[in-house]
């Protein structure tokens, strides 16, 4: 089974600029995240969709980010103006079933993107 | 979610146990858990999880006390590539509840 794919998996822009992240999820997982990791923290939830709905955004900066699933699959993360506290991993991840005794619904995660603003 | 508490940073000899310890003293009784790891440069990986009885897979064992309040993640004879960082997360069993909520975790360092 394929993983999530994510792309780039780097980027370095200068500020106000604006960059597009582009996410592939594991197929026939209908529910998408897109998470924020700076350095030295653990991930911060942006934004869930199901299918092509948003679900959860409630910690998605909405002055400068965007996010999109139009298609229920495929999903891009951009930021626009883009800001130097905007430095960090940005991750995305789907979820399916886990195996064993105890199956349940979890994430995967795909490598993410490195995003350096100067 | 209930609040995780995780020493900051471990180190265990390669080819021994290791054995990473998560408080959870708030946990209701409909939520799992779970254990990712994040190895430098990576996305977190799904490792184990757990409701009330003990767990065992391919990666790991989970151990989870019997009043659920603290669990244990051991990994049986650990190697180099198992230096990562690793998040003890409880999540809550209900359909539609799924978030994952990362605190900073426990920096694992495999010691040749």
């Known amino acids: 089974e394929a993983g999530v794919a994510q792309s780039p998996r780097y980027k370095i822009i200068e500020k106000r600029q604006s960059v597009a992240f582009w996410c592939n999820p594991i197929?026939?997982?209908?529910?998408l995240y897109w998470y924020q990791q700076i350095l030295g923290q653990g991930p911060k939830l942006l934004i869930q969709?199901?299918?092509?709905?948003?679900?959860?955004d409630s910690q998605l900066p909405k002055d400068r980010f965007s996010a999109e699933r139009l298609k229920g699959v495929d999903s891009t993360l951009k930021i626009q103006p883009a800001k130097l506290e905007d430095s960090a991993v940005y991750l995305c991840?789907?979820?399916?079933?886990?195996?064993?005794?105890?199956?349940?619904?979890?994430?995967?995660f795909g490598p993410g993107t490195r995003l350096t603003v100067l | 979610d209930a609040k995780t508490t995780q020493p900051p940073s471990m180190d265990c000899a390669e080819g021994r146990a290791a054995n990473l310890p998560c408080n959870h003293s708030?946990?209701?009784?409909?939520?799992?858990v779970y254990w990712y790891r994040q190895i430098h440069s990576q996305g977190p990986q799904y490792i184990i999880h757990?409701?009330?009885n003990n767990e065992t897979n391919e990666m790991a064992s989970l151990i989870i006390t019997e009043d659920r309040k603290s669990s244990t993640l051991i990994l049986p004879h650990a190697t180099l590539r198992d230096t990562a960082v690793y998040y003890c997360?409880?999540?809550?069993?209900?359909?539609?509840?799924?978030?994952?909520?990362f605190g900073t975790g426990t920096r694992l360092t495999i010691i040749p």
């Open positions: 991840a789907s979820r399916g079933r886990t195996s064993g005794s105890l199956s349940t619904d979890t994430q995967y």
């Open positions: 197929s026939g997982h209908a529910t």
């Open positions: 969709f199901q299918n092509n709905g948003v679900v959860d």
């Open positions: 708030t946990i209701s009784g409909n939520e799992y």
């Open positions: 757990g409701l009330k």
């Open positions: 997360i409880v999540r809550s069993a209900n359909f539609g509840n799924e978030k994952l909520t």
